[in-house]
Nanobody, 126 residues
Framework: QVRLVESGGRSVQAGESLRISCVAS????????MYWYREVPGKEREFVAA???????YYTDAVKGRFIIARDSAGNTADLQMNNLKPEDTAVYYC????????????????????WGQGTLVTVSS
């Protein structure tokens, strides 16, 4: 059973940077793409970024040029470096892993092969 744990979320001011992390334990998931999603109360969980097993990256338009997803060489950790944060980035951020598909990387479908973790809260104040 794979367990996903997100960490690093905290309160920051607009314009600041923050890095959050996702660690998968239980077994290797290096053969899957890793995905970051975010959720605010009353809204659907939305796709943020993904990284393939070969380190190709994908981003939703709202974060392109500001967020960077990276993965460790073992493939079980994915960091999300968030720069120039905006109040609209405020959300609980979740990670998961799954096959790499256009549906998932476009946000049309939701990836999530494994049980979701508790997420990590990022709050951006103006």
């Amino acid at each position: 059973q794979v367990r996903l744990v997100e960490s690093g979320g905290r309160s920051v001011q607009a314009g600041e940077s923050l890095r959050i992390s996702c660690v998968a334990s239980g077994r290797t998931i290096s053969m899957y793409a890793m995905y970051w999603y975010r959720e605010v109360p009353g809204k659907e969980r939305e796709f943020v970024a993904a990284i393939s097993p070969k380190n190709f990256t994908y981003y939703t338009d709202a974060v392109k040029g500001r967020f960077i997803i990276a993965r460790d060489s073992a493939g079980n950790t994915a960091d999300l470096q968030m720069n120039n944060l905006k109040p609209e980035d405020t959300a609980v951020y979740y990670c998961n892993a799954d096959l790499l598909t256009p549906s998932f990387t476009s946000g049309a479908g939701r990836a999530g092969r494994f049980p979701w973790g508790q997420g990590t809260l990022v709050t951006v104040s103006s």
